[in-house]
């Protein structure tokens, strides 16, 4: 079995042929899995496919990944819709990356944890204004004080305490928390069901074992002393890194 054999599948998003649009997440984790796979350096060096198959022989489901390369692989689309909306694109790369593995291990995760880096220009801290939300920014600063590593849910199995309704929920990354539903739409909420009490509001409860959990840790950043105009004070950014990254601060 190799990369180039385009007869080998691999258990990654399959695409209807009916289901095409351009940017159906699908059809995006496809494209960054093509990325992964064929994408070669100045040196015709496989970099990102030679990378994954290193990191999956040590267990280690992370990706590093030059931004500069996105930029340059096909039209540059990846890395604008990246940059532009990460939250929706980043978790996308991931299964496309965890996709590209050809031979994945039966315990490997569904998402490879993409950490990404850039060799563009930093921009100080307090040039980030409203425009800038969501958006893919790269700053530079000081670490002046970080918190204990904790444990942080990524998914969350909630269930309904009357009728045992099982749901499983995202858990925005960084700072952000998990929405509930506020209603069961579990089997007794279904007309003929005369024993089962009706379902309350907000029945939901977390089931803590069966929800999956990341090493999670707050940074203060303090912006750097040559971006501070005379006579200001220094301006700070609460940072939250997770997974790997954590590891990497440490250092
Ligand atoms: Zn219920």
Redesign the pocket.
């Known amino acids: 079995m190799d990369w180039d054999a385009q007869v080998v599948t691999v258990s990654g998003p399959h695409v209807p042929a009916t289901e095409g649009s351009a940017d159906s997440p699908q059809v995006v984790v496809q494209q960054f899995q093509q990325f992964v796979r064929t994408f070669q350096d100045a040196r015709h060096d496989f970099i990102y496919r030679d990378q994954l198959t290193q990191h999956a022989a040590l267990k280690n489901y992370s990706l590093t990944v030059d931004l500069t390369d996105l930029r340059r692989y096909g039209s540059g689309e990846l890395a604008e819709r990246l940059e532009t909306n990460p939250e929706k694109y980043l978790p996308l790369f991931e299964s496309g990356v965890a996709s590209a593995v050809l031979l994945p291990a039966p315990d490997q995760p569904s998402r490879y944890q993409v950490i990404l880096k850039d060799d563009k220009q930093s921009r100080p801290v307090r040039t980030l204004g409203s425009a800038d939300v969501g958006k893919l920014v790269l700053v530079r600063g000081i670490v002046l004080s970080t918190s204990d590593v904790k444990a942080k849910a990524t998914t969350l199995t909630i269930a ?6 099982t749901k499983v929920i995202p858990v925005h990354w960084g700072l952000g928390g998990a929405r509930f539903p506020r209603q ?6 279904q007309p003929g069901r005369p024993g089962q009490q ?2 309350p509001l907000e ?2 409860v977390v089931l803590p074992d069966r929800s999956e959990y990341a090493d999670s840790q707050l940074l203060k950043l303090q912006e750097l002393p040559e971006e501070v105009p005379t006579g200001e004070m220094p301006r700070h950014l609460r940072c939250a890194v997770e997974r790997e990254s954590e590891a990497i601060t440490l250092q």
């Not at 309904?160 to 309704?165: E, G, I, L, P, W």
């Open positions: 309904c305490r009357n009728c045992m309704n069961c739409d579990g089997s007794a909420q009706k379902c029945p939901f």
